[in-house]
């Protein structure tokens, strides 16, 4: 956001919009829940430190949902409940900047990850810090208004 309450993203999406640009690029992210608490895990990342979720590209050979938990595993060290389903929760939308300073539209498809435990040693694990938060703290932590809601809908369910 800019001073002035603006949002960036949202201006830039609309501005591609009317000058045409492609869709949006797909990625698949992890919201991952302790089924005991009802917390949800935040990871920070790699380039900017913000607080955000387990994401990535789609792999060839896994399903949307298996390369969202192969994220969860490589960037946050997640060990899945055994069994559970990943469930489609919602999708978010934001600009991924690029070194050239524009940023390009990506949809995020996000899974929700039950987790039984959390690996000390996983291969992002030098890279970046991991909390446990209720969802609506979460909400607070995110830069993505869409990912925000998500968030807030899923405290809402929760109480």
Known sequence: RRPGGRDVSALRRRLGRLFGARHPRMQVAALCLDPATGRVLMITSRGTGRWIIPKGWPMSGRSMAEAALQEAWEEAGVRPQPDAPML?????HYDKMQDSGFGIPVEVRVFL??????????????????RWVAPAEAATMVAEPELAALLRGLAARAA
Request: charged share 35%; hydrophobic share 40%.
């Open 88 to 92: 489609e929760l919602g999708r978010y």
């Open 113 to 130: 990850i039950r987790v039984a435990a959390l690996a000390d040693s996983f291969p992002e694990a030098g890279g970046r810090e991991r």
